[in-house]
Structures are given as structure tokens and as C-alpha cells.
């Protein structure tokens, strides 16, 4: 008989076994990121392409796994999003330098650049891939420990390519521990993380109810609040482009983006060329009763019908009794009203577009920014026109940090058709109860240790060029005399770490009830 | 020292131990342990130490590791210590859990002790049984504990002064790394087993020489001899794998576990025991009885921490701590050439050598004196015994560092006189 592991006292759900869980990891990870910092920039660089290189090549297969687990978006398009967060995201950053001190000879001033250390990083299950990928480099090209925790319903996928990279990051020179992942992330066990005195920062996308809880949990957060993202289109745009522009970017992974249009404002004398060219690029414009249906279909008493996230337009369509074509890409909504009375004005993750028709651009904005005022504070906003003085006025009005001009604001608001920072967190600033307002990169994963001067003329600055900080490298291995083979890595497939006893993966209709449950807190008003 | 600790060591004196506890003052160490938490010992007086004496892996974990306590406390809703005598739930989970990642796929039985000794015993009874003859090989300076029969395999010390030394020629000893001796000892194939602790520790862990346990392994083959392995102190991934034997590719007949195995929490003891050698468990399974041996409760501590020292994590930071407190080491080693001579390490299993004949000593001392707590080897006072814990946090690492360098100063200016009070290059 083969002798069998049981557990006869299970105390997986204890605070106690909790916090011993997410210690240990955490611990791991300090070491790592104390060793990491000890790498030069040659060192470290050469760690993110690697770690890039894979992602890259891997988008697809990702893709196409995210797809399969989660139930949203289009595979094709999560490529592309995977891709872009390998290897132009490291290019975007190529030229600075976060690990070389800088020496500033007019202030006086040499500014050591000091890792943050452990990063705790929440995924969605809507971006999980491009989310991990994107979060992975900012750590790794600041030389930054992190740790994931991966939405429950992208679970798989996530840990799957979170062991690849880390596996690359260690075999291109990363010290182990770099990047690891909470493989069976809970609820209480990652307030555990985020609460934790060994966890530098907690950089937060998701569900509001988790970035809250991550700017609860008393350590430093990084996290960001829901999009609803309001687009104008005045009556100087171009509007055979600005119409295949917003059904480019509000099919994209068919909405599954926090970025993407939710609410599309036109200006009356304009209504009728806009609907006309919109359905030129596959809009399908919806009748009253459509609407009605519409309405009722994706907001229920208890709010947004989560089954909708992230699906094609014409599945939208037959669910709720709608005869549409089946080359139609979004479904337009046309809506008399937007604030409380009208849920259509809310986010929604799905396809569909409100369309709203003012009289003056006055109103326009002062709609815009009821939009806003609905969900979405911080996050971003789009308008089509040539003049500057509208999109001034815009910009100058709506409450968000990101205003995308003649672009998709899907790709546009996260950097992939603007000169934005490429980014998959989208800080949402003061107005959306975030921490910083422009789209997350390296830069706020490192802070600066400045040797300041005397600042007298008496007093000169003294020759740092060729000056170091001691980056000693990995730390040498330690002999284990009369071992054969001491000195070789005993790395081993890692197992998981997280509680296992008695508990099994929460079944298709758990996972289905926590994704609702969050999505419902953040389409709540 | 404040009165109340005076006062408490005048009853410490009159009703526990008066040797012991006059040695330690006279040897200028007044602690009294009170507080523990983590890898920190609180002396009663309010004095902090970082904890790397561990007892031989005792709290290889932590004191009062949380999780550990949590799995006393909850067991504690069910289970007490058992009966002995009857099939038990917990003793056999642990077991199957033991024989899980026993060393060799043959061990399968295990039977229990309440401490070390105990099981110590229960080995070297096993293998007399199974071999049907009594002669037991062991280490000069070897220590496997202070029973009736470990004590016989140990450094007379401990048994002459209780009239226990072996008096019927039974137990050999033979140096360490000296294959010639051991096949020696072993030629007339009369000796049941040979008893090794793979990295011997009170005696301040000299290394194995590449190829002598495997060969000691070879020899007991070659003579019909058992290989007993103590993994007491090497085992629980202190020197990077659950079992140290394994490193030198060992297979042992019959594996002694104890200390660490109870978390510092319950003490236990388990011999793991391969199918051959386990004849006495069918023949007569009353053999060897124990009522506090193998508690149930000590069962349920044990598992948790056979899970807990598997996770990867674990086996990351061995390495981490390993080679973090060896770099540090080899910076001070290299500040003090004349008297910091040598390290000896296996993972976390540390000995550091010093070029005195009781050098240890006053390291300990000035050690104690900056907040550590590590003790000398007992049967070689020239090495200190320097034992991180397997989960110790890089701050603490670095504390540790810090702290050495200034107590090996201190030491080495007492023994070797301070002669250059030139500024020292820091470590």
C-alpha cells in the first residue's frame, strides 16, 4: 500500500495558517528583491528582454487560453494586447534608465535609485495575461520583487505564465523568488498580503471592492478605480473616422478594456451623418424597443448581468431577442437621459454603446461630465474634432487624467495609439480616489535617494562619474563541503505553497458568483 | 542584573540545577529566558537575542511558530496524547506522512519516541533485532543522546559519571572521516550497526570528507552491518533537503528524526524503519512500548511541520540565508585572519572554528553581550555552533552579521590581546 499525505486537523482557514502563508512568500521575496538590487542596469536589462521574449512569444497561446477559462474577449485581440505589453512595453522604457544612479552636476545632486522592494500585484480576469506581463517588466526593469494575485476565474492561465516567466527571469540571471504567484488566491488570504509589513506596494487593478481594500489594508497601494469613459464628437470632427475609430475601439476584446467608450455624445447637427457612418462600420442602431430590451437584459436589480462581459454583439443580440446581422461588431444604444434614471449611462464591459444627442457643446460637456459623475471619475475620455478650443474646453471640464483626441480610446487611453505610456493600470488620480493620476509605469515602482550638496558656491560638487553604489551582483554560493554536487541549482518545479488541505478550486458557479459579486460593486452607484 | 532575576537563580540554584545554573554565570551568560517569539529570545530581565542556538533545530521554525501553535490548539479540540497501545489516527498519518518522503523507498514503518534518546534506542534495539547481534559503531565525540543505550554510543563524559559507560565491549568507536577504521571495526562482522549523525554537531560539525559516508554505507553492505542514520539536528531541510543523508546519496536502513520534528512545541521523536529491518514490529509489536512516545497531539504538530518545511519556499530561503550569512561570514573571517580561521557549513548547519583552544567561548560571550544567542560546541570548544533558522528574514540576517563582526572583534582582542587598535576595514 502506498502511503497517502491526509490531513487529520485542518487549519488552512485559520488567521494564524493565513498569515503564515502569505509571510513566507512574501519573505522569499524580500530576499529575492534584496539580491536584485545589487544587479546593474547590463544585468537587469538583459533579465526583461528575456522575460519579454517569452511573453511575446507566448501571446498567443495565452491568448487564446485567457479565452477559454474566463469566457471573455476575443482571443485574436488578446494577442495583440499581449504582445504589446512585452516587447514595446519594454522598448517604450528602453532609453531610461532606473538602476544607474544619475548625476545631476547644475543642482549639485547624484540620485540613487532605490527599488521599491516587494510589489504586490492584483490581475483581472478581464486583461489577466496582458496584466501580468505588464506588471512583470515595471517590477523586473526596477529591479523589484513581485507577487501576484491573480483573479479567481483567470486563475490557470495566470499561474501557468507566471511560472513560465519566472522560470526565464531565474534562468536569464533574476535571483529566485523574483516573480511568484499566489496560486490559490482567496479572499482573506490576500488581505493577508496586502496588509503585511513585507509588502513594499500594492499595485491594485480589478474590482473596486479589492483596490479599496488594498488602500485599507495600511501599507503603501497603487490602485485604480472603474472606467465610463464619455466620447464626444462635435460637429468640426471628421466623422467617417471618428465612427470607425469608436467601433474599432469599442469592439476591441469586445469591451473587456476598463478604457473603452461607454457613453458616445454627439452634437445634434451632426446625429444623423454619425449614425449613418457608424453603421457603415458595423454598428447596428438600436430602435426603442431594442433599447428597452436591451436595458433590461443588461442591468438587473441586482445591477450589471456579468454574463454579458467581454461578448460579441451579435451573442448580445439573440440573448435578448434582437435581430441583427451577424457581421454586426456594436450594438448602439440610443438614450434620451443620462444619471441615475438611465443604467445604460453606466459602464458596461460588453459591445454596447449608449449614444446621446445634445444641442450645444456646453451641454455636451456638462453631460460628460454627469457620465462621470456616475462611475468612472479619473479614468479616461475621448473627443473627436479639429478644434482646439473644444478639446481644451473638454479636457479642462470632464474629471479624468486622459483625454485621447481623433483615437480609439480603448487602445488610445492605455498608450497603444496615443504617446501615453502603454500601461494595463490607468491611474485614476485624486477624482477617481487613486494615488496617482497618469498611466502606471516603472517610474512609480522606485524612489530616488538624493545626495544633495551644499548648495553655496563655496562649497563645490564633488566628481561622481565612475563613482558606484556597490552592485555586488547575485550573492556567491556558499560551499557545502564533501557534497558531490553541492554547487548545482536545486531549483524544482514549484509546487504550490497556498492552503490545499481539504479545500478543492471553486467550482464554474463559485467563481461565476464572486466575478458577479465583484462587478456588481463596481457598476453600483 | 535586577534582584528579581537574582532572586530567581537562588531558586534556580536550590531546586532545579545548581551546576547548571552556577556554570553559566560563571561563564558570564545570565540568561534567563523568558518571552519567545519568532527567532527572538526575551531574557526576563527584557534583554533581546536573536535566537541561532535553536537547540539542535529544535525551533528551526521559530518559537512558537503560529502556525504551529494553531495546529497544537486545534488538534487539542480532539486529540490528546492516545493510547499507546491501540491503532491511532494521528500516529499513523504521520506516519504515512514520514514514509511519504522518507529518505529510501524501503522505510515504511515508524515507531515513536517521546525525545531523541528514546528513539535513539528504539534504533539501535530495531537493529540488534533485525541482525540478531549487539555491537553498535559510532563517532569519537559522537553524541546521539543521554538514554540507556545512546548514551553507551556517545563521548564517556556523559556516562561514566552515572556509571553507564559500555563495560561489555558492545559499542566501538572510530574517528571521523577515517574509512580505514571503520572497516576496521567492522571486518568481523559482528556489528549490528553503524550510528551517524551525517554532520556530527556537538561535536562542531566537521564536514564529511567527500566519499566517506557513502563509503561507510559500502562498508556496512559489504559486512552485514546496518547504516543508522541521525538526522536529529541535519534534518528538516537545515541543510537544503527535507533529509541531509540524501545529499550524500545515503539510502540509511534506519533513520532517527527528533527536536525540530516537534516545532518546539511538543516534543516527539519518530525512527523511520525500511520493511527488513521492522521484523520485531510483526514478531512481537509490543517490544517497545511508550506512552508518551509518539503522542497524538505531538503527531499533529509534526505533520504540520513536515508540510511547512517542504513548501519551495522553504527551500529558497535556506539558500538565500545560507549564502547571504556565508558572504558576511567570509568578509569578517577575512578582517580577523588570525583568529576567525574557519567555517564549516552545510546549508543553515554552521560551525565557526577559532584559533584557540576554548575560542568559542568568549565569542558566545561578547555574541550574548550584543544580543545573540549561539553556543559553543560542547566536545570542541574552539567552534561555535551557528544555526539560522530556516525562515530567518533578510533583516535579521543582516542584524546577525553586523552583531558577529563586532563580538569576533571584542573576542579576538580578549584572547589575542588587543594589539592593533588600528581602524579595521568594516566587514
Known amino acids: 500500500m502506498e502511503p497517502q499525505v491526509r490531513t487529520l486537523v485542518d487549519i488552512a482557514d485559520t488567521p494564524a495558517a493565513l498569515a503564515g502563508q502569505a509571510d513566507i512568500v512574501l519573505e522569499r521575496a524580500r530576499w ?6 545589487r544587479f546593474d542596469q547590463k544585468l537587469t ?35 495583440i494586447k499581449n504582445e504589446l505589453t512585452a516587447h514595446p512595453l519594454v522598448d517604450f522604457y528602453r532609453d531610461q534608465d532606473f538602476v544607474t544612479p544619475r548625476i545631476d552636476e547644475s543642482r549639485k545632486m547624484v540620485e540613487i535609485p532605490r527599488p521599491a522592494g516587494v510589489i504586490l500585484a492584483l490581475t483581472p480576469s478581464t486583461n489577466p495575461i496582458a496584466t501580468i506581463n505588464y506588471k512583470i517588466l515595471i517590477a523586473l526593469m526596477t529591479r523589484n520583487a513581485i507577487v501576484i494575485s491573480p483573479h479567481p476565474a483567470a486563475r490557470e492561465c495566470s499561474v501557468d505564465a507566471a511560472h513560465l516567466l519566472s522560470k526565464v527571469a531565474q534562468e536569464a540571471g533574476a535571483p529566485d523568488g523574483v516573480i511568484q504567484i499566489i496560486e490559490h488566491p482567496t479572499i482573506p488570504l490576500v488581505e493577508e498580503f496586502m496588509r503585511s509589513k513585507k509588502t513594499s506596494v500594492t499595485l491594485a487593478t480589478g474590482g473596486n471592492a479589492m483596490v479599496r481594500s488594498a488602500y485599507s489594508s495600511s501599507n503603501p497601494a497603487i490602485g485604480v478605480g472603474p472606467g465610463n469613459a464619455p466620447v464626444l464628437v462635435d460637429d468640426t470632427a471628421d466623422i467617417d473616422k471618428a465612427a470607425k475609430r469608436i467601433i474599432e475601439s469599442k469592439s476591441f476584446d469586445n469591451s473587456a478594456l476598463c478604457t473603452n467608450e461607454s457613453v458616445l455624445i454627439a452634437l445634434e447637427s451632426i446625429d444623423k451623418r454619425l449614425c449613418q457612418a457608424l453603421r457603415q462600420n458595423g454598428a447596428y442602431i438600436c430602435d426603442a424597443d431594442d433599447v428597452e430590451r436591451l436595458r433590461r437584459y443588461l442591468f438587473h436589480d441586482r445591477g450589471f448581468n456579468v454574463e454579458t462581459v467581454g461578448r460579441d454583439a451579435v451573442w448580445i443580440a439573440k440573448e435578448c431577442g434582437i435581430r441583427v446581422p451577424e457581421n454586426i461588431k456594436v450594438l448602439v444604444a440610443p438614450i434620451g437621459q443620462i444619471g441615475v434614471e438611465e443604467p445604460l449611462s453606466r459602464e458596461k464591459l460588453c459591445p454596447v454603446l449608449a449614444y446621446h444627442v445634445v444641442r450645444t457643446r456646453s451641454q455636451a460637456i456638462s453631460q460628460a461630465r454627469a457620465v462621470l459623475r456616475i462611475a468612472g471619475a479619473g479614468h479616461s475620455a475621448a473627443i473627436h474634432t479639429s478644434d482646439e478650443t473644444a478639446a481644451m474646453e473638454f479636457a479642462g471640464a470632464v474629471e479624468v487624467y486622459r483625454v485621447v483626441v481623433n483615437a480609439p480610446c480603448t487602445q488610445g487611453a492605455a498608450g497603444f495609439a496615443t504617446a501615453l505610456a502603454p500601461t494595463f493600470t490607468v491611474g485614476t488620480g485624486y477624482f477617481g480616489r487613486s494615488s496617482i493620476g497618469e498611466n502606471i509605469g516603472p517610474q512609480h515602482l522606485v524612489h530616488w535617494t538624493r545626495l544633495a550638496y551644499n548648495s553655496s558656491p563655496d562649497e563645490p560638487f564633488g566628481s561622481y562619474h565612475g563613482v558606484s553604489v556597490n552592485l555586488a551582483g547575485p550573492l556567491p554560493t556558499a560551499p557545502a563541503d564533501g557534497v558531490p554536487g553541492s554547487s548545482r541549482s536545486t531549483l524544482r518545479p514549484s509546487s504550490s505553497s497556498a492552503p490545499t488541505e481539504g479545500s478543492t478550486d471553486p467550482s464554474r458557479e463559485e467563481l461565476r458568483k464572486l466575478i458577479a459579486e465583484e462587478l456588481r460593486f463596481i457598476l453600483r452607484h | 542584573m535586577s534582584e528579581a532575576k537574582l532572586d530567581f537563580l537562588d531558586r534556580s540554584r536550590a531546586f532545579w540545577n545548581p551546576g547548571k545554573t552556577q556554570d553559566w554565570q560563571d561563564m558570564g551568560i545570565d540568561l534567563v529566558i523568558d518571552r519567545r517569539e519568532g527567532y527572538y529570545l526575551y531574557d526576563m530581565d527584557g534583554h533581546r537575542l536573536i535566537d541561532l542556538h535553536l537547540n539542535g533545530g529544535t525551533y528551526n521554525l521559530g518559537h512558537r511558530n503560529p502556525e504551529l501553535v494553531q495546529a497544537l490548539k486545534t488538534g487539542s479540540e480532539r486529540f490528546d496524547m492516545g493510547n499507546h497501545h491501540f491503532p491511532a489516527l494521528a500516529r499513523t498519518a504521520l506516519a504515512e506522512a514520514l514514509a511519504a518522503c522518507a529518505p529510501s523507498p524501503d522505510m515504511r514503518y515508524t515507531a515513536y519516541g517521546s525525545g531523541g534518546g528514546e528513539a535513539i534506542d528504539i534504533a539501535l534495539k530495531t537493529a540488534r533485532h533485525a541482525t540478531q547481534k549487539r555491537k553498535i559503531v559510532s563517532i569519537i565525540k559522537a553524541y546521539h543522546g543521554h538514554t540507556g543505550l545512546a548514551v553507551k554510543t556517545g563521548d564517556d ?65 559489504r ?13 528538516l531541510m537545515r541543510c537544503g533537503e527535507i533529509w541531509a543523508c540524501t545529499k550524500y546519496g545515503i539510502e540509511p536502513d534506519i533513520m532517527v528524526t527528533g527536536k525540530g520534528i516537534g516545532g518546539g512545541i511538543y516534543p516527539i521523536a519518530c525512527v523511520l524503519i525500511s520493511e527488513r529491518c521492522g521484523g520485531w514490529l510483526k514478531e512481537d509489536g509490543f517490544g517497545h512500548i511508550s506512552t508518551g512516545g509518539g503522542a497524538e497531539l505531538g503527531c499533529i504538530v509534526a505533520m504540520k511541520v513536515l508540510e511547512m518545511v517542504q513548501r519551495p519556499e522553504v527551500r529558497t530561503m535556506v539558500r538565500y540565508i ?33 584559533n584557540h583552544e576554548q575560542g568559542a567561548k568568549p565569542v558566545m560571550k561578547h555574541l550574548y553581550d550584543n544580543g545573540v544567542w549561539a553556543i559553543f560546541s560542547s566536545l570542541d570548544p574552539r567552534v561555535l555552533q551557528f544555526k539560522p533558522g530556516l525562515l530567518m528574514t533578510q533583516a535579521d540576517c543582516e542584524e546577525v552579521i553586523r552583531r558577529v563582526e563586532i563580538a569576533v572583534g571584542l573576542a579576538r582582542d580578549e584572547v589575542m590581546g588587543a594589539s592593533h587598535h588600528t581602524y579595521r576595514k568594516s566587514a
Request: with cysteine.
Open chain 2, 157 to 221: 563524559r556523559f556516562s561514566k559519571l552515572f556509571l553507564s559507560e559500555d563495560t561489555e565491549g558492545e559499542f566501538i568507536q572510530v574517528p571521523f572521516n577515517d574509512l580505514n577504521a571503520m572497516e576496521d571495526a567492522l571486518r568481523g562482522r559482528d556489528v549490528a550497526a553503524v550510528i551517524m549523525e551525517t554532520i556530527p554537531a556537538t561535536y562542531g560539525f566537521p564536514m564529511p570528507h567527500e566519499g566517506y559516508l557513502p563509503g561507510v554505507k559500502q562498508l556496512c553492505e
Open chain 2, 322 to 354: 545560507s549564502d547571504y550569512m556565508r558572504a558576511g561570514l567570509d568578509q569578517i573571517m577575512a578582517a580577523y585572519p588570525d583568529f576567525f580561521i574557519g567555517i564549516r557549513q552545510h546549508g543553515v548547519v554552521m560551525g565557526l572554528e577559532f
Open chain 1, 45 to 79: 536589462m538583459s533579465i526583461v528582454d528575456a522575460v519579454a521574449k517569452v511573453a511575446h512569444e507566448n501571446a498567443g497561446r495565452y491568448a487564446d487560453w485567457a479565452v477559454e477559462e474566463t469566457g471573455f474577449g476575443v482571443a485574436a485581440h488578446k494577442k
Open chain 1, 32 to 37: 529575492a528583491a534584496e539580491v536584485f538590487r
Open chain 2, 223 to 235: 559486512y552485514d552491518a546496518l547504516y543508522i542514520a541521525d538526522e536529529v539536528q541535519t534534518g
